[in-house]
């Protein structure tokens, strides 16, 4: 539907997207946590300390969102399009907020002892945002990506905390432990995007 948007003008009423997902609870614990949560910050780090209370209401609210979301993340490829001047952006809100309650998730696992489950939960959700950013073709996806993987390495790391100290290296997924490549830290692919928006607005 975007890419013959691209070529035709807007008409909202064919979005195939005709319900907008209700993703964030109205539940007043899990609001505290994500208001304290704003920015990572030591008041967020205690917060999620204390967050087994979040994780239960949270999903007790949305049960469906941290299963779209580990759907989302099990996707081997990633593919967007350059927006036309009068196409909609994507909305990347109710993805983020499933990436906190998988990771609210891990932090139970770690509670738990299970660092196998740990490994396999974060290293899905590092292999994807890591593939997000190598096929980026915006400037604005590269920065999501990059925000949701500050947020995974932060608050994946206190959730080892919960593990006990000779298990954490079980834990760690391979993606952890392996560099960002070259293709990951360039912003080429973004650039030349950007460039495209900004060359069809002003031929628009």
């Known amino acids: 539907w975007l890419q013959a948007l691209n070529e035709t003008t807007l008409d909202r009423t064919a979005d195939p997207q005709t319900t907008k997902l209700d993703y964030a609870s109205t539940d007043p614990v899990v609001q505290q946590f994500l208001s304290v949560c704003g920015s990572d910050d030591r008041d967020c780090v205690a917060a999620f300390v204390d967050s087994d209370s979040v994780f239960d209401q949270w999903t007790a609210t949305h049960p469906w969102l941290l299963d ?79 925000a949701a993987l500050r947020r995974h390495f932060h608050w994946g790391s206190l959730a080892l905390r919960g593990l006990p100290a000779g298990r954490v290296a079980a834990a760690l997924p391979p993606e952890w432990l392996t560099a960002m490549t070259a293709e990951e830290l360039s912003l080429r692919d973004a650039l030349a995007g950007e460039w495209l928006f900004v060359a069809g607005s002003l031929r628009d």
Do not use: C, N
């Open 68 to 146: 779209r979301y580990r759907e989302l993340i099990a996707y081997d490829e990633w593919r967007e399009l350059v927006p036309g001047t009068a196409g909609p952006l994507v909305g990347y809100a109710p993805a983020l907020r499933g990436q906190q309650l998988l990771l609210l998730q891990v932090k139970r696992l770690a509670d738990e002892g299970s660092a196998q489950g740990v490994a396999a939960v974060l290293g899905s959700d590092a292999r994807f945002w890591r593939l997000v950013l190598r096929s980026s073709d915006s400037v604005l996806t590269t920065m999501i990506a990059t």
